[in-house]
């Protein structure tokens, strides 16, 4: 087979000038972004449209991302209006309601939505369309080369039909998700040595919801062997998700996934009894290696967007506002990359910090949301130089914006740092149960922490 980085077939191998990997949230942000600043964008999407996909609960911070790209009416129309996100503690049988209005800003962002993602997907991708950018689906990327003197690349996709096409594009997005294709080709993608879960997860009908406008909160459910979330949906549908650590999934053995999350909701009470007269409405799923991150996130001719570059773990809800939010600044970073190349370098720069600002403010609490002593400082929030406000801030998305909420999440990392040293014991018993519990699933155990 011919190279194609060799681009010998001109009538085959088209010109754009992006050319995006992935149809999902981050792709389908920055395609119609960089089309409306005057670039030809081609996306393409190994999937067709409406397809289910995992992450359905949305944060405040993404509806003012909705309304730039012009989708906000046709997300409202599918979502579930989100007020607040619930964490409940059986240890400590106790129950906080962090309700996103209390926070620093939360007149203007007082919620979210959760959603069914082959619709709010497809409401997505049709967008793109509608913005002037040539999308294909049931088309996956195979190859990519980049060309010399960064002059672009080639790529190369398959269709479902068996049909080859190729594109010779001046710049490559992957927003492939979690099948990370740049970042498996280089060769760059590596298990995050500071965290590691797995998950299990489907639909249920018949789950009991709150009551008003309380029925459409997120609730996290501890429990030993890490977290359930529990996510309300139109049309009777609630996603049920298992978060749990390598060695737990290890003792499934003969159970089917669907034993096993059951399994794991009965161990807990509070889960079990909203969902006693739910039923299993899809098969149920599962997500190994659950966090990794890349070494980079772009070069001189591309860049790795949302989970494409990074995924640590789905307890703040954060997938979708980091891969929109990358979409954004991407797109800002291109464009000037095209039009200004002298100044790329300065843009590239830019964009490395913007892109890892969202990822490290959550995964210092994402790394210590199943610790005692941070348990304890969300079962029993205190307002102090308004920390709790910045703690909702944070819930609801609010890391790249305005809001001054730094030196109160300061003051609150501080409170956890107290607390931690004041109980010795139980934090150094909590840091050997972590160290045990992310080990790598080839490594572990049967049996139980």
Not at 36 to 44: A, Q
Not at 57 to 71: D, H, I, K, Q, T
Not at 137 to 163: I, K, M, Q, T
Request: proline fraction near 5%.
């Amino acid at each position: 087979m011919q190279n194609p980085s060799q681009a010998t077939e001109p009538a085959v191998a088209q010109d754009c000038d992006v050319l995006v990997i992935g149809g999902g949230p981050a792709g389908c942000t920055v395609a119609p972004l960089l089309a409306e600043k005057g670039h030809k964008v081609v996306v393409l999407e190994k999937a067709h449209h409406p397809r289910f996909h995992i992450g359905e609960s949305l944060l405040p911070a993404n509806l003012p991302l909705f309304e730039r790209l012009g989708v906000a009416e046709e997300v409202k129309a599918i979502g579930m209006v989100k007020r607040a996100a619930e964490f409940v503690s059986f240890a400590d049988n106790k129950e906080q309601v962090f309700q996103f209005a209390e926070a620093w800003d939360g007149k203007s962002m007082p919620h979210a939505y959760q959603v069914l993602r082959s619709k709010f997907d497809e409401i997505m991708i049709r967008n793109t369309e509608k913005k002037g950018v040539e999308v294909h689906e049931g088309c996956r990327a195979r190859s990519v080369d980049f060309l010399p003197n960064n002059a672009g690349a080639v790529v190369e996709a398959e269709s479902d039909d068996g049909s080859t096409m190729r594109w010779k594009a001046r710049f490559v997005v992957d927003a492939s998700g979690r099948d990370t294709f740049l970042a498996n080709k280089f060769k760059i993608k590596h298990r995050n040595p500071k965290h590691n879960s797995s998950s299990v997860y489907g639909h249920f009908a018949g789950a009991r919801r709150h009551d008003g406008d309380a029925e459409g909160n997120i609730t996290i459910f501890w429990f030993e062997h890490g977290w359930f979330w529990f996510i309300p949906m139109m049309d009777d549908q609630t996603s049920i998700g298992m978060v749990t650590w390598p060695y737990f999934m290890k003792t499934m053995g003969k159970r089917s996934l669907t034993e096993f999350l059951m399994d794991g909701i009965a161990m807990c009470p509070p889960l079990a009894e909203r969902l006693k007269d739910a039923r299993l409405i899809n098969e149920v799923e599962a997500t190994g290696n659950f966090s990794y991150v890349s070494e980079r996130n772009h070069g001189p001719n591309y860049v790795l967007l949302g989970d494409a570059y990074a995924f640590i773990d789905p307890v703040f809800s954060s997938g979708v506002l980091l891969a929109m939010n990358s979409g954004f600044i991407a797109a800002d970073a291109i464009d000037t990359t095209l039009k200004h190349p002298e100044q790329s370098a300065a843009a590239m720069q830019e964009f490395d910090r913007l892109m890892k600002h969202g990822p490290k403010e959550f995964s210092w609490f994402i790394y210590r949301i199943t610790n005692p002593n941070m348990r304890d400082i969300f079962m029993h929030p205190r307002n102090v130089l308004r920390v709790k406000e910045a703690l909702l801030s944070l819930l609801a998305g609010d890391v790249f914006g305005k809001t001054p909420i730094w030196g109160a999440i300061r003051v609150l990392k501080s409170i956890y740092y107290i607390t931690a040293l004041s109980r010795p014991k139980r934090s150094w018993m909590a840091w050997k149960k972590r160290k045990f519990n992310i080990r790598p699933v080839e490594d572990a155990e049967m049996g139980t922490a």
